[in-house]
């Protein structure tokens, strides 16, 4: 399975030479610009968020989604409830390689699948994340506090 890899950090240089001494498919493309970020991740098959941490929202995700592109995420925190098990992606259990090669190559494999969970990523985009839906969810926070705080009003008068 090849893999792209970007960003830069403290392993991208043994990372590279590993890379190259075991053959791998794997090409470090480095600290890139938004365009080449957009350009890249809405090609792929998929995203990989392989965190060991307790993520809030992580913007790549909702970026992802916004290409239809589906992620293989760590089943932790938060990404359990934003990457839906074959909704708009699939998870593997934080630290375990094996199961996140497995759950690589079984999406790598299964074209129909990876349709399917594109389609899936796009529409959790424009049903939860997408500008026009977070603008409503704004406006309904706004509504309601006007209604408690008139209430209240109300109340003490």
């Known amino acids: 399975v090849p893999l792209k890899i970007l960003g830069d950090g403290p392993l991208r240089r043994s ?3 590993r890379a190259v001494r075991e053959k791998l498919p794997i090409q470090f493309l480095g600290f890139c610009n938004r365009r080449t970020v957009i350009n890249t991740v809405g090609q792929a098959t998929f995203q990989i968020v392989p965190s060991e941490w307790y993520e809030g929202f992580p913007m790549v995700i909702a970026d992802a989604y916004a290409l239809g592109t589906p992620i293989i995420a760590s089943r932790i925190g938060s990404l359990e409830e934003i990457v839906e ?3 708009t992606g699939t998870r593997f259990e934080p630290g375990n390689a094996a199961d996140l090669a497995t759950k690589v190559h079984e999406l ?3 074209h129909a699948r990876c349709l399917t969970l594109r389609k ?3 529409h959790a985009f424009e049903s939860k994340f997408s500008a026009k839906r977070n ?3 704004l406006i309904a926070v706004y509504e309601a506090a006007i209604w ?3 209430h209240a009003l109300r109340r003490a008068s």
Do not use: I, K, P, Q
């Open 15 to 17: 990372l590279e030479e």
């Open 148 to 150: 408690d705080f008139a």
């Open 120 to 122: 899936g990523a796009r």
């Open 108 to 110: 790598w494999r299964d």
């Open 85 to 87: 098990e074959g909704a």
């Open 135 to 137: 603008f409503e969810m």
